[in-house]
Protein backbone atom coordinates (compact mmCIF):
# COMPACT_ATOMS: atom_id res chain seq x y z
CA UNK A 1 0.00 0.00 0.00
CA UNK A 2 2.62 2.50 0.01
CA UNK A 3 1.47 3.87 -2.89
CA UNK A 4 -2.19 4.47 -1.89
CA UNK A 5 -3.45 7.77 -1.22
CA UNK A 6 -6.93 6.92 -0.57
CA UNK A 7 -8.79 3.77 1.30
CA UNK A 8 -12.77 4.19 2.06
CA UNK A 9 -13.22 1.75 4.30
CA UNK A 10 -16.86 2.63 4.73
CA UNK A 11 -19.67 0.50 5.84
CA UNK A 12 -17.16 -2.26 6.56
CA UNK A 13 -17.46 -4.79 9.73
CA UNK A 14 -13.53 -3.92 10.52
CA UNK A 15 -13.20 -2.15 14.17
CA UNK A 16 -12.54 1.15 14.78
CA UNK A 17 -9.34 0.46 16.33
CA UNK A 18 -8.42 -1.78 13.53
CA UNK A 19 -8.58 0.75 11.50
CA UNK A 20 -6.93 3.30 13.79
CA UNK A 21 -3.59 0.83 13.99
CA UNK A 22 -4.27 0.61 10.19
CA UNK A 23 -3.88 4.64 9.53
CA UNK A 24 -1.09 4.40 11.95
CA UNK A 25 0.63 2.31 9.77
CA UNK A 26 -0.16 4.08 6.72
CA UNK A 27 0.28 7.44 7.61
CA UNK A 28 0.71 8.72 4.18
CA UNK A 29 -2.77 7.02 3.23
CA UNK A 30 -6.08 8.30 3.70
CA UNK A 31 -8.50 6.14 5.45
CA UNK A 32 -11.77 6.68 5.93
CA UNK A 33 -14.69 4.93 7.63
CA UNK A 34 -17.99 5.58 9.54
CA UNK A 35 -18.80 5.62 13.38
CA UNK A 36 -21.99 5.84 15.16
CA UNK A 37 -23.34 7.30 18.61
CA UNK A 38 -25.86 8.17 20.23
CA UNK A 39 -29.27 6.48 18.57
CA UNK A 40 -29.16 8.11 15.17
CA UNK A 41 -25.93 10.09 14.58
CA UNK A 42 -23.16 8.85 12.23
CA UNK A 43 -20.25 10.43 10.28
CA UNK A 44 -17.14 9.45 8.72
CA UNK A 45 -14.15 10.32 10.22
CA UNK A 46 -13.35 12.71 7.81
CA UNK A 47 -15.85 14.94 8.00
CA UNK A 48 -15.32 19.10 9.25
CA UNK A 49 -18.74 18.84 10.67
CA UNK A 50 -20.60 17.56 13.38
CA UNK A 51 -23.83 18.96 14.35
CA UNK A 52 -25.36 16.92 17.07
CA UNK A 53 -27.42 19.02 19.57
CA UNK A 54 -30.83 17.18 18.89
CA UNK A 55 -31.36 14.44 21.76
CA UNK A 56 -34.99 14.57 20.97
CA UNK A 57 -34.75 12.99 17.36
CA UNK A 58 -31.11 11.38 17.77
CA UNK A 59 -31.10 10.29 20.87
CA UNK A 60 -28.98 11.33 23.89
CA UNK A 61 -25.34 10.83 23.76
CA UNK A 62 -23.85 8.98 27.00
CA UNK A 63 -20.76 8.25 24.98
CA UNK A 64 -19.05 10.32 21.91
CA UNK A 65 -15.85 8.63 22.61
CA UNK A 66 -15.26 7.64 18.82
CA UNK A 67 -15.19 10.91 17.97
CA UNK A 68 -11.62 10.61 18.71
CA UNK A 69 -11.12 8.73 15.27
CA UNK A 70 -12.76 12.29 13.33
CA UNK A 71 -9.83 14.57 13.60
CA UNK A 72 -9.97 16.66 10.85
CA UNK A 73 -13.48 18.32 12.75
CA UNK A 74 -13.33 22.11 12.65
CA UNK A 75 -17.04 22.46 13.47
CA UNK A 76 -18.97 21.02 16.64
CA UNK A 77 -21.75 21.08 18.09
CA UNK A 78 -23.14 18.53 21.06
CA UNK A 79 -25.40 20.89 23.18
CA UNK A 80 -27.96 19.57 25.07
CA UNK A 81 -26.52 16.27 25.57
CA UNK A 82 -27.32 16.49 29.28
CA UNK A 83 -25.48 13.34 30.46
CA UNK A 84 -22.54 14.09 28.40
CA UNK A 85 -19.43 14.06 30.75
CA UNK A 86 -16.37 12.76 28.42
CA UNK A 87 -15.06 15.12 25.82
CA UNK A 88 -11.78 13.33 26.04
CA UNK A 89 -11.55 13.18 22.52
CA UNK A 90 -11.73 16.81 22.11
CA UNK A 91 -7.80 16.16 22.19
CA UNK A 92 -7.42 14.50 18.78
CA UNK A 93 -9.10 17.01 16.94
CA UNK A 94 -6.41 19.76 16.78
CA UNK A 95 -8.02 21.50 13.68
CA UNK A 96 -11.54 22.53 15.46
CA UNK A 97 -12.18 26.06 15.31
CA UNK A 98 -16.45 26.35 17.01
CA UNK A 99 -17.00 24.19 19.60
CA UNK A 100 -20.96 24.23 21.37
CA UNK A 101 -20.68 22.02 24.57
CA UNK A 102 -23.55 24.32 26.37
CA UNK A 103 -25.61 22.34 28.17
CA UNK A 104 -23.70 19.14 28.69
CA UNK A 105 -22.14 17.47 31.80
CA UNK A 106 -18.97 18.48 30.97
CA UNK A 107 -16.24 19.57 33.81
CA UNK A 108 -12.78 19.04 32.52
CA UNK A 109 -11.97 21.03 29.38
CA UNK A 110 -7.91 20.07 29.21
CA UNK A 111 -8.42 18.47 26.04
CA UNK A 112 -8.47 22.10 24.26
CA UNK A 113 -5.14 22.62 25.29
CA UNK A 114 -4.80 20.75 21.76
CA UNK A 115 -7.01 22.99 19.91
CA UNK A 116 -4.97 26.03 19.27
CA UNK A 117 -7.21 26.56 16.28
CA UNK A 118 -10.28 27.37 18.27
CA UNK A 119 -11.86 31.03 17.67
CA UNK A 120 -15.41 30.06 18.95
CA UNK A 121 -16.59 28.49 22.33
CA UNK A 122 -19.80 28.21 24.09
CA UNK A 123 -18.97 26.98 27.44
CA UNK A 124 -22.85 28.20 29.35
CA UNK A 125 -24.66 26.08 31.12
CA UNK A 126 -22.34 23.52 33.13
CA UNK A 127 -20.31 22.59 36.11
CA UNK A 128 -16.85 23.71 34.78
CA UNK A 129 -14.54 25.41 37.36
CA UNK A 130 -11.43 25.80 35.77
CA UNK A 131 -10.62 27.42 32.88
CA UNK A 132 -6.42 27.34 32.96
CA UNK A 133 -6.58 24.95 29.57
CA UNK A 134 -7.93 27.97 27.43
CA UNK A 135 -4.73 29.80 28.56
CA UNK A 136 -3.20 27.97 25.21
CA UNK A 137 -6.49 29.13 22.67
CA UNK A 138 -5.65 32.22 22.46
CA UNK A 139 -7.10 32.67 19.37
CA UNK A 140 -10.57 32.58 20.49
CA UNK A 141 -12.83 35.62 19.87
CA UNK A 142 -15.90 34.77 20.98
CA UNK A 143 -16.51 32.95 24.65
CA UNK A 144 -19.42 32.22 26.36
CA UNK A 145 -19.32 30.92 30.36
CA UNK A 146 -22.85 32.54 31.39
CA UNK A 147 -24.58 30.22 34.01
CA UNK A 148 -21.74 28.40 35.17
CA UNK A 149 -21.64 28.76 38.99
CA UNK A 150 -18.62 27.10 39.63
CA UNK A 151 -16.38 29.36 37.06
CA UNK A 152 -14.61 31.98 39.75
CA UNK A 153 -12.08 33.07 38.15
CA UNK A 154 -10.91 34.36 34.26
CA UNK A 155 -7.90 35.06 34.79
CA UNK A 156 -6.57 32.33 32.63
CA UNK A 157 -7.92 34.15 30.04
CA UNK A 158 -5.81 37.61 30.68
CA UNK A 159 -4.10 36.05 27.20
CA UNK A 160 -6.55 36.09 25.06
CA UNK A 161 -6.01 40.01 24.01
CA UNK A 162 -7.76 39.00 20.32
CA UNK A 163 -11.41 38.36 22.15
CA UNK A 164 -14.57 40.48 21.09
CA UNK A 165 -16.75 39.32 23.12
CA UNK A 166 -17.41 37.58 26.48
CA UNK A 167 -20.53 36.57 28.15
CA UNK A 168 -20.25 36.19 31.58
CA UNK A 169 -24.25 36.85 32.48
CA UNK A 170 -25.12 37.43 35.94
CA UNK A 171 -24.97 34.33 37.24
CA UNK A 172 -21.22 33.13 36.79
CA UNK A 173 -19.70 34.90 40.05
CA UNK A 174 -16.72 36.41 38.49
CA UNK A 175 -15.14 39.20 40.75
CA UNK A 176 -15.45 42.54 39.41
CA UNK A 177 -11.66 43.25 39.86
CA UNK A 178 -11.33 40.55 37.34
CA UNK A 179 -13.78 41.95 34.73
CA UNK A 180 -11.76 45.04 34.91
CA UNK A 181 -8.70 43.26 34.37
CA UNK A 182 -9.92 41.71 31.27
CA UNK A 183 -11.16 44.90 29.53
CA UNK A 184 -7.83 46.49 30.54
CA UNK A 185 -5.55 43.80 28.55
CA UNK A 186 -8.72 43.43 25.51
CA UNK A 187 -10.02 46.75 25.28
CA UNK A 188 -11.98 45.70 22.20
CA UNK A 189 -13.69 43.11 23.90
CA UNK A 190 -17.83 43.58 24.86
CA UNK A 191 -18.08 42.02 28.50
CA UNK A 192 -21.98 41.07 29.44
CA UNK A 193 -22.29 40.60 33.49
CA UNK A 194 -26.02 41.77 33.75
CA UNK A 195 -27.96 39.55 30.91
CA UNK A 196 -29.31 36.04 32.78
CA UNK A 197 -28.52 33.36 30.45
CA UNK A 198 -31.61 32.59 29.01
CA UNK A 199 -31.64 35.49 26.90
CA UNK A 200 -29.92 34.88 23.17
CA UNK A 201 -26.72 35.10 22.66
CA UNK A 202 -26.04 36.19 19.15
CA UNK A 203 -22.50 36.65 18.21
CA UNK A 204 -21.83 36.67 14.40
CA UNK A 205 -24.31 34.48 14.13
CA UNK A 206 -25.09 34.46 10.60
CA UNK A 207 -21.50 33.03 9.91
CA UNK A 208 -21.83 30.20 13.09
CA UNK A 209 -25.16 29.29 11.15
CA UNK A 210 -23.47 28.61 8.05
CA UNK A 211 -20.46 26.77 9.47
CA UNK A 212 -22.86 24.49 11.51
CA UNK A 213 -25.35 24.27 8.98
CA UNK A 214 -28.11 25.42 11.34
CA UNK A 215 -29.61 27.12 7.93
CA UNK A 216 -30.44 23.86 6.16
CA UNK A 217 -30.79 21.92 9.56
CA UNK A 218 -27.95 19.59 8.35
CA UNK A 219 -27.97 17.37 11.40
CA UNK A 220 -25.45 14.38 11.21
CA UNK A 221 -28.44 12.07 11.34
CA UNK A 222 -27.52 8.82 9.21
CA UNK A 223 -29.93 9.06 6.72
CA UNK A 224 -28.79 12.77 6.09
CA UNK A 225 -25.72 11.63 4.99
CA UNK A 226 -25.49 10.74 1.28
CA UNK A 227 -22.90 8.28 1.92
CA UNK A 228 -25.11 6.08 3.76
CA UNK A 229 -28.08 4.05 2.36
CA UNK A 230 -29.64 3.01 5.50
CA UNK A 231 -33.26 4.47 5.49
CA UNK A 232 -34.60 7.00 8.16
CA UNK A 233 -36.53 5.33 10.66
CA UNK A 234 -40.32 5.53 9.98
CA UNK A 235 -41.26 8.10 12.36
CA UNK A 236 -39.10 10.56 11.03
CA UNK A 237 -39.86 10.01 7.45
CA UNK A 238 -41.25 13.16 5.76
CA UNK A 239 -39.78 15.59 8.39
CA UNK A 240 -35.95 14.57 8.73
CA UNK A 241 -36.13 12.10 5.78
CA UNK A 242 -33.20 12.81 2.55
CA UNK A 243 -36.14 13.98 0.34
CA UNK A 244 -36.98 16.79 2.79
CA UNK A 245 -33.38 17.83 1.86
CA UNK A 246 -32.56 16.27 -1.91
CA UNK A 247 -30.71 13.94 -1.36
Not at 81 to 103: C, H, R
Not at 176 to 182: E, H, L, P, T
Not at 186 to 213: D, H
Amino acid sequence: MNNCTYLDMDSTDVSNESLERLRDLFPQTKIVWRVWFGDYYSVRTDVERILASKPTVGGMIYDASVLKYCTDVKYLDLGHNYELADFSFLGAMPKLEVLIVAMTAITDISPLRNCPNLEYLELNSTNIKDLSPLASCTKIHHLNIAGCPNITDISPLYGMTELERLWIGCKTPVPADQVAQMKSVAPGCTINTTTEEKYYWVPRYELLRNQMGYNYQEYSFYWLDPYCDLEAPEEFRGKFGKEVYGL
